[in-house]
């Protein structure tokens, strides 16, 4: 039998490349859709589809308009159980988006019980008794505190699920994960019998993430950061669904190497300057920016004749000290600015014949991944955790490597070119 089983929808992108790899690492075939794909758009041979949407701190009307848009995309495709990820800090507000989305996707499929659950161990999200923590403090005492869109200062889940859902949230205690899938089961029957749609599940270690996969599988919709989707797989292979070959094989592409970094985080700065050691590398000065064809202009000429002789690297990462100088002077739109001037040149790279790209920087990635129309992206091998390579579909054939500013070590670009040699 051939796919898509699970058809998952995203509230932001690098969150749905984080999801997809983690997908493919437990053997589904997973391809990425950047934005609901237009009409008539072929469904990929895969196991699983990711549609990732930009919905995480837009108005809660228009996340669960996207939201439902993206299932009802998926359910046509052919999928038969959603995933809803969101942050593992449960990034949100009282009046949403995870809560009314979550409403919204229940009521959209007619089911009445939903998981919800944010830990990720691996990164020291863990939930316990419904709180969350984040690392050793409570999420109201780390840095999601003060976060600019969506400050978290409850860190009891059931209660903030509660004030944004239409009823009361649940829990499912860590003494009844403990005791495995059955018991988690048993509980959700419980719940449901008094009408509780949607329980906050607690998970400490990924023992607890693959328990809770596994009594999910009867549930048509399952909500959690990346983690809560470790344990579903195993759900479809059971049934011998999911095909034992290698799922993060990509087919190979061939033509020259390219490195954009818009990125200032501290990691790809010491990464841009491991690269500039070893090749041609060009700095985008945000102070030239004034005639921005211009400036895209002139990083192409000097790029287009390196091209044959092997990888180039194209940079606007500055120290923050100078961030802060060209925010000055370009005022709030200097970092759009910069991506649209870094999307122009990435384009301009693939047209000169640019086939392996790795991109810096989270919002930068989303510029050019919209900048060169992708409709799909195949999820292939990891380069670093939370960075794989993947391949576009449905468009020009080639490898494309999405980094968020702080993944990855020093030696990053050289080892993803590595692996895409
Ligand atoms: P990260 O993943 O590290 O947060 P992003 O790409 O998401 O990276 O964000 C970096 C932002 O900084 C982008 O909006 C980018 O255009 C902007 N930017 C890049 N270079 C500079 C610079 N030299 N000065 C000011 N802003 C910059």
Same mark, same amino acid.
């Given at each position: 039998?051939?796919? #898509?089983?699970l058809?998952?929808?995203a509230?932001?992108?690098?969150g749905a490349?984080?999801?997809?790899?983690?997908?493919?690492?437990?053997?589904?075939?997973?391809?990425?859709l950047?934005?609901e794909?237009r009409?008539?758009?072929?469904?990929?041979?895969?196991d699983?589809?990711v549609?990732?949407l930009?919905?995480r701190s837009?108005?809660?009307?228009?996340?669960?308009a996207?939201?439902?848009?993206a299932l009802?995309?998926?359910q046509?495709?052919g999928?038969?159980q959603?995933?809803?990820?969101y942050?593992?800090?449960?990034?949100?507000?009282? %009046?949403g988006?995870i809560g009314p989305v979550?409403d919204?996707?229940?009521?959209?499929?007619?089911?009445?019980?939903?998981?919800a659950?944010?830990a990720?161990?691996?990164?020291?999200r863990?939930?316990y008794?419904?709180?969350?923590?984040?690392?050793?403090?409570?999420?109201?005492?780390?840095g999601? $505190?003060?976060h600019?869109?969506?400050?978290m200062?409850?860190? %009891?889940l059931?209660?903030?699920?509660s004030r944004q859902m $239409? %009823?009361?949230a649940g829990? !499912?205690?860590f003494?009844?994960?403990?005791q &495995?899938?059955?018991?988690?089961?048993d509980?959700?029957?419980g719940l449901q019998? @008094?009408g509780?749609?949607?329980? !906050?599940?607690d998970a400490?270690?990924e023992?607890h =993430?693959?328990?809770?996969?596994?009594?999910?599988?009867g549930?048509?919709?399952?909500? &959690?950061?990346?983690?809560?989707?470790?344990?579903? #797989?195993?759900?479809?292979r059971?049934?011998?669904?999911?095909?034992?070959?290698?799922s993060?094989?990509?087919?190979?592409v061939?033509?020259p190497?390219?490195?954009i970094a818009?990125?200032c985080s501290t990691?790809? $700065?010491?990464?841009?300057?491991a690269? %500039?050691? *070893?090749?041609p590398? *060009?700095?985008?000065?945000?102070?030239?920016?004034?005639?921005?064809? $211009?400036?895209?202009?002139q990083?192409?000429?000097?790029?287009r004749?390196?091209l044959?002789?092997?990888?180039?690297?194209?940079?606007s990462t500055a120290? #923050?000290? @100078?961030v802060?100088?060209t925010q000055r002077?370009?005022?709030?739109?200097? &970092?759009?600015?910069i991506?649209?001037v870094?999307?122009?040149i990435?384009?301009?790279?693939v047209a000169?014949?640019?086939? @392996?790209?790795v991109?810096? &920087?989270?919002?930068?990635?989303?510029?050019?991944?919209?900048?060169?129309?992708m409709?799909a992206?195949r999820i292939? #091998?990891?380069i670093?955790?939370?960075v794989?390579?993947?391949?576009?579909e449905?468009g020009?054939?080639m490898?494309?490597? =999405?980094?968020?500013?702080?993944f990855?070590?020093?030696?990053?670009?050289?080892?993803a070119?590595?692996?895409a040699?």
């Amino acid at each position: 039998m051939d796919g #898509p089983w699970l058809g998952c929808i995203a509230d932001d992108f690098t969150g749905a490349t984080d999801l997809a790899s983690t997908l493919v690492a437990q053997g589904m075939r997973t391809v990425v859709l950047p934005g609901e794909p237009r009409p008539g758009f072929a469904v990929p041979r895969a196991d699983a589809l990711v549609v990732a949407l930009k919905s995480r701190s837009i108005p809660s009307a228009q996340a669960v308009a996207a939201s439902l848009a993206a299932l009802r995309w998926l359910q046509e495709a052919g999928c038969s159980q959603f995933f809803f990820k969101y942050c593992s800090t449960f990034d949100s507000t009282d %009046s949403g988006n995870i809560g009314p989305v979550a409403d919204a996707l229940l009521d959209a499929l007619d089911s009445r019980f939903t998981l919800a659950c944010p830990a990720f161990p691996a990164n020291a999200r863990s939930v316990y008794r419904g709180y969350l923590f984040v690392g050793d403090r409570l999420l109201s005492e780390s840095g999601m $505190r003060d976060h600019p869109l969506t400050p978290m200062t409850d860190p %009891s889940l059931v209660r903030v699920l509660s004030r944004q859902m $239409r %009823s009361e949230a649940g829990l !499912i205690g860590f003494e009844t994960v403990e005791q &495995g899938a059955p018991a988690v089961v048993d509980a959700i029957r419980g719940l449901q019998s @008094r009408g509780v749609r949607i329980a !906050i599940a607690d998970a400490l270690t990924e023992r607890h =993430l693959m328990t809770l996969g596994e009594a999910s599988a009867g549930l048509a919709l399952v909500t &959690g950061g990346s983690g809560m989707a470790m344990g579903l #797989p195993a759900n479809f292979r059971a049934r011998g669904w999911v095909p034992s070959k290698d799922s993060a094989a990509l087919p190979r592409v061939h033509g020259p190497c390219a490195v954009i970094a818009g990125s200032c985080s501290t990691m790809t $700065r010491e990464q841009v300057a491991a690269m %500039s050691a *070893w090749a041609p590398s *060009w700095f985008i000065d945000p102070a030239a920016l004034d005639d921005p064809d $211009r400036a895209v202009g002139q990083a192409l000429d000097w790029a287009r004749p390196k091209l044959a002789a092997g990888p180039v690297l194209l940079y606007s990462t500055a120290a #923050p000290e @100078r961030v802060a100088e060209t925010q000055r002077l370009l005022g709030a739109d200097a &970092g759009p600015c910069i991506e649209r001037v870094l999307a122009a040149i990435a384009r301009g790279l693939v047209a000169a014949g640019v086939r @392996r790209l790795v991109v810096a &920087g989270g919002e930068t990635s989303g510029a050019v991944v919209g900048a060169l129309g992708m409709p799909a992206l195949r999820i292939g #091998p990891v380069i670093a955790p939370g960075v794989p390579w993947t391949a576009a579909e449905g468009g020009e054939p080639m490898w494309l490597a =999405l980094k968020s500013g702080n993944f990855g070590t020093a030696d990053f670009f050289r080892t993803a070119l590595d692996l895409a040699g």
